[in-house]
């Protein structure tokens, strides 16, 4: 369900975005004036705080499943990299945010792969590429650098700098759009590799 208001949230995002950018073109042109853009910024203002909402309880469910997961390997006989606190602790560490939330992904699909079998067997398991975690934070830190881009350029009131701000936020929205839909691809692949029998 969070998945599915966030996918909605971010494509009527997209949509706005182009009958924005419209608008300020009509501004250039002389077609329209500022007169019209309360509306625009009413409905901007509200699109914003829903995204904001809705990627703050995904990131909470995230940061949840992630926990949980990775205590799963800290319960086995795996030997996990470090304690389960840390998967979420990596998150809010500059720099090492960059990269060890992808680690703690990669760790938790391999090892997951690993739950069924003794320690005896683990050579000969065939596990499978992490193809999955590395296109879903490919996808976020993409999309989160031109998010961090457009908005630089929204922050300066004129109308260039706008347009180019929203063209921007679509591309990082076209970005972050797939990273969501595989955030539930790749929960529902450990759960298969948690489920799986040797």
């Not at 073109?25 to 853009?37: L, R």
């Not at 009413?42 to 469910?61: C, G, M, P, Q, V």
Request: hydrophobic share 50%; charged share 15%.
């Amino acid at each position: 369900m969070m998945i599915g208001i966030l996918t909605c949230t971010f494509l009527s995002s997209i949509v706005f975005l182009f009958f924005e950018i419209n608008f300020y073109q009509k501004i250039q042109s002389g077609n329209a004036t500022f007169e019209g853009y309360a509306v625009y910024e009413k409905i901007d203002d509200f699109l914003w705080k829903a995204k904001l909402t809705a990627l703050f309880l995904a990131f909470i469910s995230c940061l949840t499943w992630e926990y949980r997961a990775y205590k799963n390997l800290e319960r086995s006989e795996i030997t996990s990299s470090h304690k389960s606190i840390f998967v979420i602790l990596h998150w809010f560490i500059p720099l090492v945010n960059f990269s060890r939330p992808l680690s703690n992904i990669k760790e938790i699909w391999r090892k997951t792969q690993l739950l069924p079998f003794s320690e005896t067997e683990y050579p000969d398991v065939s596990i499978k590429k992490p193809i999955l975690p590395n296109l879903w934070w490919f996808s976020i830190l993409v999309g989160g650098f031109l998010s961090w881009f457009s908005l630089s350029f929204r922050m300066v009131p004129s109308i260039e700098n706008q347009i180019i701000g929203n063209y921007g936020l679509i591309y990082s929205h076209t970005f972050l759009l797939p990273a969501i839909i595989l955030s539930l691809l790749l929960v529902r692949q450990i759960a298969a590799f948690e489920k799986r029998q040797p």
